[in-house]
């Protein structure tokens, strides 16, 4: 459906993963290896944290509908912003039109989000998964796509107050809504959102058979099992990213996240808890 990384740790200059990484962001926009689409052509988009900015500041984002491949501005972009936090997203549409509000990631005051995956059979959903949305929030939906559906039902039931919880409760209102319309497995993805501080990342489909996600390994532990890597002295202690495919062929580099599991990244690290392992 799509590919996306979530950096996090110290600022980093955003070409660094996004172009310049062997299986790049942008490489995997044209051949994706892991991905259910081959090619991620339909549009981009590129969030990101200012450096040295207060909690709660509101991220920047340039979204395109040209291929990521083919857009000299991200390129010129990425490689002029370094942030301490920045998600960036390659869109394969799957029936929503090719849009820049269609594109990812999504941003609603000092959160960011973004989605792999789908709500399956949407247009029958749809209208009931839109009217579920608080009414204060409806006006903000500017594209036509389920994912961005998806994070203002999560903004309904709380998210800035208990991400997890919220996105636990999005998601079993879009399976119930789903299975009284006759579908079998609602909700197939990977999620990302922010607030500039922490990032959580979320595995999790109705059938248990999730599109892939990995996160990276401590850079510690890196330097001591490759020395020789003249990368990674281009990250700081604290990096940290959680990807849709590694974007190297290290062994060890990047660790798969398991199903049904929530990743939350903040200045500690990384923690897993399960998400949604109880059946709906």
Request: one cysteine or more; hydrophobic letters at 40%.
């Amino acid at each position: 459906m799509c590919r996306w990384l979530a950096y996090t740790g110290e600022a980093l200059q955003a070409s660094t993963v996004i172009l310049d990484a062997q299986h790049s962001l942008v490489a995997q926009s044209l051949d994706s290896p892991l991905g259910a689409e081959t090619v991620n052509g339909d549009g981009f988009g590129f969030g990101w944290y200012p450096e040295n900015a207060d909690a709660g500041a509101e991220p920047t984002f340039f979204r395109s509908i040209e291929p990521a491949w083919n857009d000299q501005n991200l390129r010129e972009l990425t490689r002029s912003v370094r942030s301490p936090l920045f998600f960036s997203h390659v869109r394969a549409a799957a029936g929503p039109p090719i849009q820049q509000t269609n594109c990812h990631p999504f941003r609603h005051g000092n959160w960011l989000f973004m989605h792999n995956g789908f709500l399956a059979e949407f247009a029958r959903v749809k209208r009931d998964l839109t009217f579920a949305v608080d009414p204060s929030l409806y006006p903000t939906i500017q594209g036509t796509t389920d994912s961005e559906v998806l994070f203002h039902l999560a903004l309904t039931f709380g998210l800035t107050e208990d991400p997890i919880g919220a996105m636990g409760s999005a998601i079993r209102l879009v399976e119930s809504v789903g299975r009284e319309h006759g579908i079998a497995f609602p909700m197939q993805g990977t999620v990302a959102v922010s607030d500039g501080v922490t990032v959580w990342a979320f595995r999790y489909s109705s059938q248990r058979r999730t599109r892939t996600l990995f996160h990276s390994v401590d850079v510690d532990i890196l330097r001591q099992m490759y020395p020789d890597a003249e990368r990674l002295t281009l990250f700081g202690a604290h990096a940290h990213l959680i990807v849709s495919e590694p974007l190297n062929d290290l062994p060890g580099v990047f660790a798969e996240v398991p199903e049904s599991t929530v990743v939350i990244v903040d200045a500690a690290g990384y923690r897993h808890q399960p998400f949604l392992t109880e059946s709906a």
